[in-house]
């Protein structure tokens, strides 16, 4: 059983801006890791570049990061890092410029091959890392783990190393503002596929646990404005803290089945990562309610939830177009998925013939 | 609002033989650093001499460390430490060889005087600690704190700096169990002291609180078994980890003026650290009661208590001994302890004259 959290996080209204002390510590010169649009339109951006330029940083700025960011792609970064001659990285965004940035501060400070990167150890400590989220999702900012694209394999994947935990991490939920309703839904249930893969894992530790039920708590109380749409700061505040803390319980645990079943909906038919995480809850969680039902049953007691049935029902408002996939797709993902990694964490014996009825489901 | 508590933290029965590649990324000689009797009583010295062995790593051993350890005491096994040329700490014990280990951690790598110690921050990074507490109480393990007896200032004083956390730490009950039941209680009641005055400080924040009310709930699992002293071994295991937890809890927090009245009923009257806050912790939940009553009611709810007065029969059970001060030293202590810095995150503006009154209540 163990524990490790090295992130220093700091949190709440201008956390950035307050804490402005903070960066001199981390050199002279940063690369700026963002997308092409979240960085400004959440106004982290121009916060950032604010207190660099208070504290006489340079900096330059990689904002080429793709959704679900390919190898390829994060290696360009690391070129450019080399280039520049950073010392540290500030990664502003979502999932994919936060996975992103640990991958570019590996390419950073070791000479590999861009495949490489999943190895996990380098020889050298990759550059150190500012993550600043702007979606309360994907807990990015205090996990080990990126998730990147590789088209050779068809699918996601992921590394991860002790060093490559961000350093510091801004919990501003000013950031998550500016997000649509669908994506502000979307990644809400992927910190809610977080919680509950980290609980209902082999995994599982006293650790994990206490970070994970805190999450559904957090989650519980925000699924009422999710499906009014009726997101208020506070209601933001709340995502932002529950997809943190459910951050720290997969950095424990790791994730499952719904995240390595999820991946091909997305590869292939171009789902967002909750999204796709989202369409496969409810048939995860009736398989793990066949193998420990008083457990499943408190985790729905944490969400303010009834049973399977309202926990389902949640998610069909939520998520209501489900019918995406030929059943030729649901044969191809099953037998693709069942070889991932993570099926072993699965609480039960999790059969190819079950990963099909999964996806059946989704089946037009 | 911050968090940070980087220590990487193994759990359970044998954690130790079960981790044992950990100590080599450490380096090639350690410095053990203890206390007379309680690292050979326990056990963990000798599966600490075990796993070094088995790596091939030298070490010596610095077994002098005093409870409530001086200035001069420390800076003992810091020279120690540097003239062994030492790559790191291994510190196993209570709160003292703990706190202590930090300070011989930054002696070691500092030229210092040893008073400079108070300043903090050094020119150097301390070496690094492997913590194995071997009493449940402390939680210095995950703490960056280290508390010193200062002879000059006839008291205790502490410093600590962002790299005085314990690197790892083990956490394996079984080191606890050759504890007579009287320090079994004193170190249980510091934790429930820990827990206390992180929630009823000024500066606790949803993080803090998070650990700190695991720990009053796992504590109070364990008040039945510290009153009728039948600790079992899953006894001992909640203790550890309730302490820890309230470890973490300090770690963001600080204490408040139970701590720093407790100091002088140390250093003067010879109390173990934890019974001198125990002797003041129903005072300080009154004072706080007034200040913010339903706050104090939730937390007596997480330790399983009905109300103030059934948490100070619980104290009086544990620790019946309570007429220790004359009135002079009363009057003395007070006007002392007010003018502690940790009085500033006390919730409610308390006055000398309350100290006295909190003292009074001690004396024959």
Redesign the interface.
Known sequence: ??????T?????RD?IKN?ASVFSAFGKKALIVTGRTSAKASGALDDIISVLQKDNIAYDIFDKVLNNPTVENCYEGGMLAKKSNVDFIVAIGGGSPLDASKAIAMYATNDIEPLDIFLGEQKNKPLSIIAVPTTAGTGSEVTQYSVLTVDSEETKKSFSTNDTFATVAFLDARYTESLPLGITIDTAVDALSHSLESILNKRTN??SE??AK?ALKLIGKAIPALISGDITFEIREILL?ASMYAGVSIAQTGTTVVHSMGYPLTYYKGLTHGNANGLLLSSFLEGCDKANHSLVNELLGYLGLEDLNEFDEVLKKLMPNRNILTNEEAKKFASKTIKAKNVASCIWDITEAEEYSFFAKLTK
């Open positions: 059983m163990s524990f490790f959290m090295p220093k996080l700091y949190s709440g956390c804490n006293k650790f206490l970070y805190e803290l």
